[in-house]
């Protein structure tokens, strides 16, 4: 099972920009994660917060749960479970 809870979603009107945050709960770990969106189009950029805190994620995993955070960003819930 894996959890994304977005934290935070703010928007930043001085840059015209989106910030967000939150954790992934994945095999029993949780891990970290932010966000943003500037707006020109080119979508949300997701970037786990330290490296070392996804270890144990293979890269494809990691690329998969990345775009699925990216795809949670754009609905208005906090928390989705797949």
């Known amino acids: 099972m ?3 809870i977005i ?3 703010h928007h930043r009107s001085q840059f015209d920009d989106w910030l967000a ?3 992934v709960e994945y095999k029993g770990r949780t891990h970290y994660w932010h966000a943003q969106n500037s707006n020109y189009g080119f979508g949300w950029e997701v ?3 330290t490296e070392e ?3 144990g994620i293979s890269e494809d995993e990691s690329n998969k749960i990345i ?3 990216e795809t949670c960003l754009y609905e208005y819930r906090n928390e ?3």
């Open 2 to 4: 894996l959890t994304i």
């Open 7 to 9: 934290d935070s979603k």
């Open 21 to 23: 945050g939150g954790t």
């Open 47 to 49: 970037e786990p917060i």
């Open 53 to 55: 805190g996804w270890n």
């Open 67 to 69: 775009k699925l955070i």
């Open 80 to 82: 989705y479970v797949f």
